[in-house]
């Protein structure tokens, strides 16, 4: 499972420096016994990053579909406030310290669970949660959502995930879902918003989930410091040496600047 998940990860890289050709978007939507191969045609979602603190030029042909099946990459861009999420598909071991910087800087994060995630690391998400923190739903086997059609197996990839994370806190997990790789379609985001969910993509990311390249801590502060922006929706993987080393850093110089970080409960 490791090495699948880290395998599906390094896909990532594509679609944050890639130029996609998405498809248009459609004015009527299917139903869930009836879809056509546009409907179901997986989409990368993608950004293009500037460095004037500005928001990025995001796949725009994706953004009539994120607002019809409530789906997010940015807050309000008028506001000074941002939205720190991590991505979980295994442990590497530098969660813990990442949850001590979150503590001392009393900033608050959403974190993205796989299911084997949640089976290995039940102290983690229990720390997570009474520190107030946000556990989310990231797919029990890290799968391209846009690739399955099949609503029941779609719907097992949420359920499998909910109910291990009731067994570990006894409560409901929060309704907010990141898609494997950022793929998706005009299907798979239908039939997420149908399970309650919220999409949550994201407007600032760099290549940190490689974790035999590292970037460097200063590469690493310069791509964060020079493309945050109003309303961002960072994601930073927590297997990331180099975040770890340089979150608390980041998190003083942006509260330095004004920027007040807040949950995704806004959505």
């Not at 039940?122 to 399955?148: F, Q, T």
């Not at 918003?193 to 993509?201: A, C, D, P, T, V």
């Not at 290549?207 to 020079?226: C, H, Y």
Request: charged letters at 25%; proline letters at 5%; aromatic letters at 12%.
């Amino acid at each position: 499972m490791k090495k699948s998940i880290i395998a599906s990860l390094l896909i990532l890289t594509t679609s944050l420096s890639t130029n996609f050709v998405p498809i248009q978007s459609k004015t009527s939507y299917i139903t869930t016994n009836n879809f056509t191969n546009s409907n179901t045609q997986e989409l990368d979602w993608y950004i293009v990053p500037n460095k004037e603190n500005k928001p990025p030029e995001p796949n725009k042909n994706a953004i009539p579909i994120l607002n019809n099946f409530s789906g997010y990459y940015l807050g309000d861009t008028e506001k000074k406030v941002l939205y720190l999420t991590f991505d979980e598909g295994y442990e590497n071991g530098y969660t813990s310290k990442i949850l001590d910087i979150l503590k001392k800087q009393n900033v608050p994060a959403a974190f993205f669970v796989v299911k084997p995630y949640l089976k290995t690391n039940k102290d983690l998400i229990l720390r997570m949660v009474n520190e107030g923190h946000l556990v989310c739903n990231h797919s029990s086997s890290h799968p391209s959502m846009a690739k399955i059609t099949d609503p029941n197996k779609f719907k097992k990839e949420f359920t499998d995930v909910e109910e291990e994370y009731k067994k570990i806190t006894n409560s409901d997990m929060p309704k907010y879902f990141r898609p494997p790789m950022g793929k998706f379609s005009e299907y798979s985001m239908k039939l997420t918003n149908e399970l309650g969910y919220k999409s949550i993509f994201w407007s600032l990311a760099y290549k940190d989930f490689d974790v035999k390249n590292q970037p460097s801590k200063e590469t690493a502060k310069d791509k964060i410091l020079s493309r945050i922006h109003n309303g961002s929706i960072i994601l930073l993987h927590a297997v990331s040496k180099t975040n770890t080393e340089i979150l608390e850093e980041i998190l003083i110089e942006l509260k330095s600047q004004g920027y007040e970080f807040r949950t995704l409960t806004d959505f």
